[in-house]
């Protein structure tokens, strides 16, 4: 079965700093990749999502993720964050011979005025 | 509605007690899963429906969980004779195909 792995639990950065939010997935077939955000208190939002193609991924609020298929990773990146960022982050893989869902244990991303 | 729709967003069951989750996926979408959030964790999957068929249920962690989607749209998670490790936050999401989930809010279950 697919698993993933986001290799930082907390990650505190500054206003306007950038960030980068890693993940790390294994599955022994192709897979689709996913990011979502977390605000409290609130269900899960697709940021962005790598189903084929170009590897370099454009989402919503400024973020943008890159797959590596020989490194096996799908890091989220954001040049210049936000107060409004803070939230927790999960990276989630479908694998192709699959229908569920399953995601890393979150990333929880402060950014600090 | 235009969401997925769960109630009730908020359940605090004695130990012991039975509960009832409901969901109410977006119209037309076959698919549904349960996912179980744990406090400071990443949601685990609990199992998956195609309509009223359920295809998998290797993450229901005891024969306690059980869940049914009778016609193929409703979909309600029961957990008999709750226990305190069952208190986390159960989500639901609902396709019209895999790479396109969409969530619910939630429902936070505190057994105490």
């Known amino acids: 079965a697919q698993s993933v792995t986001q290799l930082d639990s907390q990650v505190p950065v500054f206003e306007e700093a950038p960030v980068e939010l890693r993940c790390n997935y294994s599955s022994s077939v192709s897979v689709y990749l996913f990011w979502y955000v977390q605000y409290p208190n609130q269900g899960l939002q697709l940021l962005l999502k790598y189903l084929s193609g170009s590897t370099l991924v454009k989402g919503i609020n400024g973020f943008e993720a890159e797959f590596n298929k020989s490194q096996t990773s799908f890091h989220l990146r954001k040049p210049s964050v936000h107060i409004s960022d803070t939230a927790e982050y999960f990276c989630?893989?479908?694998?192709?011979?699959?229908?569920?869902?399953?995601f890393g244990a979150g990333t929880r991303l402060t950014v600090k005025p | 509605g235009a969401g997925v729709s769960q109630s009730p967003r908020y359940k605090v069951a004695k130990r012991g007690q039975d509960v009832a989750l409901r969901c109410d996926p977006i119209?037309?979408?076959?698919?549904l899963f349960w996912y179980q959030q744990a406090l400071g964790q990443g949601p685990e999957f609990l199992t998956y429906f195609q309509n009223e068929a359920q295809l998998d249920k290797s993450g229901l962690p005891s024969d306690r969980f059980f869940a049914e989607r009778p016609e193929g749209s409703v979909s309600t998670l029961k957990i008999q004779r709750t226990q305190q490790e069952d208190s986390a936050v159960y989500l639901c999401?609902?396709?019209?195909?895999?790479?396109?989930?969409?969530f619910g809010q939630g429902t936070r279950l505190t057994v105490v």
């Open positions: 119209s037309g979408h076959v698919s």
């Open positions: 999401a609902s396709s019209r195909d895999p790479t396109e989930a969409f």
């Open positions: 989630a893989v479908i694998s192709y011979n699959n229908n569920d869902m399953r």
